[in-house]
């Protein structure tokens, strides 16, 4: 992957570089990704059955072993394979999973047949959608849920063959139709999945109809239409054209202004991305303007773009609160809360995406997460439940911290830091360290609440610069200070609270960071801007 404050502003923004802090390790190294010309590949055939596509499958069954092994070996082996027919329904065959060469080439070599279909249209719009949105068969006329995992390291294809209008599940061609399948297109282009359609025009009739449809699912998620001829010749073909399209586009956000797009990540850690901020409006604001509670505000990312040519794909913005040990799910999004998203095109030398926030929860302090998903741009590292890992790892991601919070000397100016267990262990002891870039000059205290603060002195209890001041309170060293060996179990959070307590007006700041066996799993930096008030 590749602040202006105000008189009286505690600014928390993620600025942790491994150098402030005492706590470190070797940085854990994430398996290589595979030597291959397009790298893993997830592949999901859509495929019309009905009775007048028999000449198509009849070409598909000639050249089904070409194309299967044409996806093994551009993905070096690394693949998952689905297969879904459909006439006035839908009917899941194969669910995406790995190395299932043999199947979907058995299936379509000794099973796929050419048959009823009801007459004209049929619902190709609802088989992408079983596909795309990995849809469930629970009240629709389908057999199976369509669930398994697109996976967020792999480039993505939809492959859609048919000679039909599409026409839901009602045998009816409507309005309603062409928006349905406009949408899954954008879906798809949401997804980082790469629609390519193969068109045979057994009735030309239709031919004025179908084409801007199928037209439209490729130019919206940057795939290939292709026309096949009536007698289904050249539909093979076609096939192993699209999936020969491997052209890959690198889109970045830099985690710091030094970034450049390396993955993994070399510098540091990853907490205080230049090119995320929340501005007021659409217009560009400066670099600390902190979000307002209650109001729209605009998240604006900074997309970079060396290579030529453009790139097609969606931003997504998430929140948090600030602090350290968030954990990532693709299907839930584990502690991120979506903001929203964009799709767009990002042309050589960049562009910034502005992605409104509408009414902004209080108290108003946040991480802040930007993905770049795209069909051409791959995340290079797979996905786990370690945002900070995966941060680092793909410079299609970065992150960022926020809040707003006012004081005046000798007033107590409070803050928060959440801490969690991002290692999908079921339990790991995690330290927090403070060390002071400027210390406050003045008090700092952490009150941990009593359960983590029980489970800390159970743990041991153990501490740096650090002593007692309330039940569960620890005033801390603004120079450096540690807790050490707090015991969370999985999918556990806790939210502390911070107090400084500045004795003199001035500008400090100092860093809160968790780590988990060494390994830095995120923090905050706080600025705290005080004057006499």
């Not at 360290?433 to 359960?451: C, H, M, N, Y």
């Not at 500008?507 to 923090?523: A, S």
Request: aromatic share 6%; with cysteine.
């Amino acid at each position: 992957m590749r602040s202006s404050p105000r008189s009286g502003v505690l600014l928390a923004v993620a600025a942790l570089a491994v150098s402030t802090v005492q706590f470190t390790s070797p940085a854990v190294a994430a398996p290589a990704p595979a030597s291959s010309p397009c790298g893993p590949l997830d592949v999901a055939f859509v495929l019309d059955d009905t009775g007048s596509m028999g000449g198509a499958i009849a070409n598909l069954k000639t050249g089904v072993n070409s194309i299967v092994n044409d996806v093994v070996a551009a993905s070096g082996g690394d693949y998952q394979l689905g297969l879904v027919t459909f006439k006035d329904n839908v009917t899941v065959h194969q669910d995406l999973a790995p190395g299932n060469a043999a199947a979907v080439t058995n299936y379509v070599t000794n099973t796929l047949a050419p048959g009823a279909g009801n007459n004209e249209p049929e619902a190709s719009d609802e088989a992408l959608n079983t596909v795309v949105n990995n849809r469930a068969a629970a009240g629709r006329p389908q057999n199976v849920d369509f669930d398994g995992t697109w996976r967020s390291n792999a480039m993505k294809f939809v492959v859609l063959v048919t000679d039909a209008r599409p026409g839901g599940f009602d045998d009816t061609h409507a309005g309603a139709d062409v928006t349905n399948a406009a949408q899954w297109a954008n879906d798809a282009l949401a997804r980082g999945i790469k629609i390519s359609s193969v068109y045979v025009p057994t009735s030309s009739s239709f031919t004025p109809v179908i084409t801007p449809i199928m037209q439209n699912y490729a130019t919206t998620t940057g795939g290939i239409f292709l026309q096949a001829s009536s007698t289904g010749a050249g539909t093979a073909d076609s096939i192993r054209k699209f999936l020969s399209d491997c052209r890959q586009t690198d889109v970045f956000i830099r985690d710091q202004t030094t970034d450049t797009g390396a993955e993994p990540n070399p510098d540091g850690t990853v907490w205080n991305s230049p090119d995320i901020k929340v501005c007021p409006g659409i217009a560009d604001c400066g670099a600390g303007t902190q979000p307002v509670v209650g109001a729209t505000n605009y998240v604006h990312v900074k997309l970079n773009k060396d290579l030529a040519g453009s790139a097609t794909g969606t931003l997504k913005v998430y929140r948090t609160p600030a602090g350290g040990g968030t954990t990532w799910d693709n299907a839930t999004n584990g502690d991120w809360v979506a903001i929203g998203q964009q799709s767009l095109t990002v042309p050589p030398g960049g562009t910034v995406a502005k992605i409104p926030w509408p009414n902004i929860p209080g108290p108003g302090h946040f991480c802040l997460l930007a993905r770049w998903v795209s069909a051409t741009d791959p995340m290079t590292f797979a996905e786990g439940p370690n945002t900070a890992l995966n941060t680092k790892n793909n410079n299609n991601i970065a992150w960022k911290n926020f809040q707003t919070v006012r004081g005046r000397v000798l007033e107590p100016v409070r803050s928060w830091f959440t801490l969690g267990n991002a290692t999908g262990r079921d339990e790991v002891r995690t330290d927090l360290v403070l060390t002071g870039e400027k210390p406050v000059a003045g008090a700092v205290v952490i009150d941990l609440g009593r359960e983590l603060f029980e489970r800390w002195r159970a743990g041991g209890g153990k501490a740096e610069g650090v002593r007692q001041v309330g039940e569960t309170a620890l005033q801390l060293d603004p120079k450096r200070a540690a807790l050490i060996g707090v015991p969370l179990r999985a999918g556990e959070r806790f939210t502390t609270e911070l107090t400084f307590t500045p004795e003199a007006p001035g500008d400090y700041l100092v860093n809160l960071v968790q780590f988990v066996e060494g390994e830095d799993h995120g923090g905050v930096a706080y600025r705290v801007v005080t004057d006499r008030g």
